[in-house]
T-cell receptor, first 114, second 118 residues
């Protein structure tokens, strides 16, 4: 049990599909994050939510749409993706008030866009 | 903007031996935090060790220790008595301690694959 659960583990979708990634944390944290991990590149921060409010959007294309309905759940809605969007998408959470509080990550969703 | 560089794409170590993974970073700030994360094949990112920049003493967690050289902006990870379970991708990460930096943003390096030989 990691404390941060992501579903699905794997996802294959066509460029015209609409799908959603789900993340759930059981740690009582109040900040949640989406990271993109591509091969041979540093992890890229996509979105940050603190107390269910989006506080960071790192110039992510609009085909990625996050949603945070409460402090325990985070979604990433996907539509009309491109093949270069294929990557591992990692969700993380932290106790936002603690500057030294580490991030806790989920196992990620491996996304393949065909 | 801060950057984190891991110059070793891959490293190998014999079981029970010691290995050091390199990390350098670039920042104009004086107060920040540094982390090493481990990502095994399960893909979960696991915190290995962390260091506060204002502390001169190097952090230690069991077989894991760091060599923090603030002036050189270097933050290497030493793994002693390497075990097969240490095989993973290791990421160095930086986070500002500035209150202007909202949230808990981590800036990651590209990672180092560590292979452990039996």
């Amino acid at each position: 049990e990691t404390g941060v659960t992501q579903t699905p583990r794997h996802l294959v979708m066509g460029m015209t599909n609409k799908k959603s990634l789900k993340c759930e944390q059981h740690l009582g944290h109040n900040a949640m994050y989406w990271y993109k991990q591509s091969a041979k590149k540093p992890l890229e921060l996509m979105f940050v939510y603190s107390l269910e409010e989006r506080v960071e959007n790192n110039s992510v294309p609009s085909r990625f749409s996050p949603e945070c309905p409460n402090s325990s759940h985070l979604f990433l809605h996907l539509h009309t993706l491109q093949p270069e969007d294929s990557a591992l998408y990692l969700c993380a959470s932290s106790q936002d008030s603690g500057q030294n509080s580490p991030l806790h990550f989920g196992n990620g969703t491996r996304l393949t866009v065909t | 903007a801060q950057t984190v560089t891991q110059s070793q794409p891959e490293m190998s170590v014999q079981e029970a031996e010691t290995v050091t993974l390199s990390c350098t970073y670039d920042t104009s700030e004086s107060d920040y935090y540094l982390f090493w994360y481990k990502q095994p094949p399960s893909r979960q990112m696991i915190l290995v060790i962390r260091q506060e920049a204002y502390k001169q003493q190097n952090a230690t967690e069991n077989r894991f220790s760091v060599n923090f050289q603030k002036a050189a902006k270097s933050f290497s990870l030493k793994i002693s008595d390497s075990q097969l379970g240490d095989a993973a991708m290791y990421f160095c990460a930086y986070r500002s301690a500035s209150l202007r930096e909202y949230g808990n943003k981590l800036v990651f390096g590209a990672g180092t694959i560590l292979r452990v030989k039996s």
